[in-house]
């Protein structure tokens, strides 16, 4: 079985300042590593996606995040946030050999203020 | 494409009611995940289908839950009966086949008073 640690419930940040959002996983087998966005009274959409290859990974919206396998660790990154970045970010893992099932972490709520 | 639909949006029913939630995935998608997010426990996978197949429903919560998908372009969840702590919203989600990228729908919240 696997599972997801977001050490962080809340990351309060000002305008155009760095953020990071931490994500460790547990897990028996290769895994496959995600990070979703949830804004206010929507459904989640995918940010980015590590399956293979380059441990750097950039999605939408100008995150990022690195896989790190000897950590078991994929933390989120943004270089400079903007209020529209206020959402619930939630970082998820797939096993190899899951059927493309995906197990969540609790989620991190990112408020950005001015 | 319109996304994945689901109806209704808000629900608000009374204890021992029976409660239908519905979804209609992305045309061609083959898999469909019924996901259930509350305060408490976060986002838990309840049961998911590949061609219409239940695949795994080992996170359903009990016997008073069932979820059927009669074709590739509808399914349902149904509580009966419900209970308030069955209050949380529902999400539905699909996903093409070889893919780990699952589209979500907005949700049903449901408050069960």
């Known amino acids: 079985a696997q599972s997801v640690t977001q050490l962080d419930s809340q990351v309060p940040v000002f305008e155009e300042a760095p953020v990071e959002l931490r994500c460790n996983y547990s897990?028996?087998?290769?895994?496959?590593l995600f990070w979703y966005v949830q804004y206010p009274n929507q459904g989640l959409q995918l940010l980015l996606k590590y399956l293979s290859g380059s441990t750097l990974v950039k999605g939408i919206n100008g995150f990022e995040a690195e896989f790190n396998k000897s950590q078991t660790s994929f933390h989120l990154r943004k270089p400079s946030v903007h209020i529209s970045d206020t959402a619930e970010y939630f970082c998820?893992?797939?096993?190899?050999?899951?059927?493309?099932?995906?197990?969540f972490g609790k989620g991190t709520l990112l408020t950005v203020n001015p | 494409d319109a996304g994945v639909i689901q109806s209704p949006r808000h629900e608000v029913t009374e204890m021992g009611q029976e409660v239908t939630l519905r979804c209609k995935p992305i045309?061609?998608?083959?898999?469909l995940f019924w996901y259930r997010q509350t305060m408490m426990r976060g986002l838990e996978l309840l049961i998911y289908?590949?061609?219409?197949?239940?695949?795994?429903d080992s996170g359903m919560p009990e016997d008073r839950f069932s979820a059927k998908m009669p074709n590739a372009s509808f399914s349902t969840l149904k509580i009966q009966p419900s209970e308030p702590r069955d209050s949380a919203v529902y999400f539905c989600?699909?996903?093409?086949?070889?893919?780990?990228?699952?589209?979500f729908g907005p949700g049903t919240r449901l408050t069960v008073t």
């Open positions: 998820a893992v797939s096993a190899w050999g899951s059927n493309y099932k995906l197990t």
């Open positions: 045309s061609g998608h083959d898999y």
């Open positions: 989600a699909s996903s093409p086949q070889d893919s780990y990228e699952q589209y």
């Open positions: 897990s028996s087998v290769s895994v496959y």
């Open positions: 289908f590949n061609n219409n197949v239940p695949i795994d």
